[in-house]
């Protein structure tokens, strides 16, 4: 049951990624290495200090 809610966590990490126009694999892995927790926190210090910007 942990390891399901550890994956959703971390799917939720990359789908934020997703609508900030990141790269979503890239966060999904972040997520699952670092916790969600961490991963959704990197996420914003990243939005935040516009690191690592997806190219269009």
Same mark, same amino acid.
């Given at each position: 049951?942990?390891? %399901?809610?550890? +994956?959703? @966590? /971390?799917? =939720?990490? /990359?789908? *934020? *990624?997703? #609508? !900030?126009?990141?790269? @979503?694999?890239?966060? %999904? +892995?972040? =997520?699952?290495? #670092?916790?969600?927790? =961490? =991963? !959704?926190? /990197? #996420?914003?210090? *990243?939005?935040?200090? @516009?690191? %690592?910007?997806?190219?269009?």
């Amino acid at each position: 049951m942990l390891l %399901f809610l550890w +994956i959703l @966590g /971390a799917m =939720g990490v /990359a789908y *934020a *990624a997703q #609508l !900030s126009r990141r790269g @979503g694999w890239a966060w %999904f +892995i972040v =997520g699952m290495v #670092l916790t969600p927790l =961490g =991963g !959704s926190l /990197a #996420l914003m210090a *990243a939005n935040r200090q @516009g690191w %690592f910007l997806k190219r269009r």
